[in-house]
């Protein structure tokens, strides 16, 4: 069975540093996986996702995740984060060519100080 | 087009009694998804249908739990007789069928008393 592990339940940084929210993932096939991002009260948004060739993608808000089958990860990065991208990140993965099932991560909030 | 879309946004019930969440998917899409969103488990997986059967019910917690599915849109998720371990927040999610992007709805807030 797959799962997915985000490593740090929170992550505090200052404004325009960088950051990375960290994403493992364990699965005995292929794989998709996804950045979710919810922000305070409101529903899940897709942010990125990978599916197959480049394994950088980018989201249009300045994220990037890039996928790493020999390390099994998908880490989240942004090089200069603002106030309004605080909210919380959950990493998620589906089995390749059957991806009704999202397994989901505990989520990471992340929280944008000034 | 609109979202996914959920109704009630927030429901309080006491303990024991049965409670009914609805869910209108995105006009075209063919499979539906529901989700549960509590602070202990984190999101988990439900149930999915595509069109109105579902092929994967693995992730109801209890015999509780049932979903359907008509004229391949509406879903509803029915809870019968709610324990305070089923407060949480319930997502529906719904994506064409050979789509990857599952698009989320705003949720439904349970609290059992």
């Known amino acids: 069975a797959q799962s997915v592990t985000q490593l740090d339940s929170q992550v505090p940084v200052f404004e325009e540093a960088p950051v990375e929210l960290r994403c493992n993932y364990s699965s005995s096939v292929s794989v998709y996986l996804f950045w979710y991002v919810q922000y305070p009260n409101q529903g899940l948004q897709l942010l990125l996702k990978?599916?197959?060739?480049?394994?950088l993608v980018e989201s249009i808000n300045g994220f990037e995740a890039e996928f790493n089958k020999s390390q099994t990860s998908f880490h989240l990065r942004k090089p200069s984060v603002h106030i309004s991208d605080t909210a919380e990140y959950f990493c998620?993965?589906?089995?390749?060519?059957?991806?009704?099932?999202?397994?989901f991560g505990k989520g990471t909030l992340l929280t944008v100080n000034p | 087009g609109a979202g996914v879309s959920q109704s009630p946004s927030n429901k309080v019930t006491e303990k024991g009694k049965d409670v009914e969440l609805r869910c209108d998917p995105i006009s075209g899409h063919t499979a539906l998804y529901w989700y549960r969103q509590s602070l202990g488990q984190g999101l988990e997986f439900l149930i999915y249908f595509q069109g109105n059967s579902a092929p994967d019910k693995s992730g109801l917690p209890s015999d509780r739990f049932s979903a359907e599915r008509t004229g391949g849109s509406v879903s509803t998720l029915t809870i019968q007789r709610t324990q305070q371990e089923d407060s949480a927040v319930y997502l529906c999610a719904s994506s064409t069928a050979y789509q990857e992007t599952q698009y989320f709805g705003p949720g439904t807030r349970l609290l059992v008393l």
């Open positions: 998620a993965v589906s089995e390749g060519g059957s991806n009704y099932k999202l397994t």
């Open positions: 990978y599916l197959s060739g480049s394994t």
